[in-house]
């Protein structure tokens, strides 16, 4: 049997936090630190004994992005730590900045989700798994804000591009558009062609095809 995923939180509202440590170990998820400021997060960060760190991102002294900064800073010293944001608000740009390194194991999440457990459970247990997740309304932000680098996308590679961009299967993108894998692999490849992405691993396609849309080429 594995060993549970332990976890690292922080979050500065003191029943949020209190709440979220208990459906995070209802799901079998240890949390060995929960913290309610950066400068604790700073520290927290540094035990080797973690396996995802799930963060608000706006955290005591300032309550501005202390703990994007700190996700930010986390992943640059240790290559691709897995971390999940939550957020109260829409941020696409600190989406932007989560996804700028490439490789994966990040998620991006509306507080809103953790009121389906089970959903916001999937994510933290993918993220530590090396996926991405990012919450459909941030993704549908971002296809507002940025729809320039889906101009050369059909209609159908777009529907596959945003459930890419929310951290989907093949399987699960077939499931949702009631079409089969193959087909699926076919519009992604297709999306990789037009994106003009280089030869890479499938999973590191997968988050550049985002970053390509995301940078507006």
């Known amino acids: 049997m594995p060993a549970p995923l332990r976890a690292v939180l922080a979050e500065d509202q003191a029943l949020l936090r209190v709440g979220l440590t208990r459906i995070l170990e209802s799901g079998g998820i240890s949390v060995v630190e929960a913290v309610d400021d950066a400068p604790s997060l700073a520290r927290a960060l540094t035990r080797d004994d973690i396996d995802i760190a799930v963060v608000d991102v706006r955290l005591p002294p300032t309550h501005t992005t202390e703990g994007l900064e700190a996700a930010t800073a986390v992943r640059a010293t240790r290559l691709a730590f897995p971390v999940l944001v939550l957020s109260?608000?829409?941020?696409?740009?600190?989406?932007?900045?989560?996804?700028?390194?490439?490789?994966?194991?990040?998620?991006?999440?509306?507080?809103?989700?953790?009121?389906?457990?089970?959903?916001?459970?999937?994510?933290?247990?993918?993220?530590?798994g090396g996926g991405?997740?990012?919450?459909?309304?941030?993704?549908?932000?971002?296809?507002?804000?940025?729809?320039?680098?889906?101009?050369?996308?059909?209609?159908?590679e777009r529907e596959v591009l945003t459930l890419m961009a929310e951290g989907r299967s093949n399987a699960?993108?077939?499931?949702?558009?009631?079409?089969t894998e193959k087909a699926v692999g076919k519009h992604i490849n297709n999306i990789f062609t037009?994106?003009?992405?280089?030869?890479?691993?499938?999973?590191?396609?997968?988050?550049?095809?985002?970053?390509a849309w995301l940078d507006g080429r």
Do not use: C, M
């Open 132 to 156: 991405t997740v990012l919450d459909p309304e941030v993704v549908a932000a971002l296809v507002s804000a940025r729809s320039r680098p889906l101009d050369r996308l059909t209609d159908r």
């Open 194 to 211: 037009k994106l003009d992405l280089p030869q890479a691993a499938d999973d590191n396609r997968r988050v550049l095809a985002v970053l």
């Open 88 to 128: 109260q608000w829409v941020e696409p740009l600190y989406a932007r900045d989560l996804l700028a390194g490439g490789e994966g194991a990040i998620g991006y999440l509306l507080k809103d989700r953790v009121a389906d457990v089970d959903g916001f459970l999937a994510a933290v247990h993918q993220v530590a």
């Open 172 to 179: 699960a993108v077939a499931a949702r558009l009631v079409v």
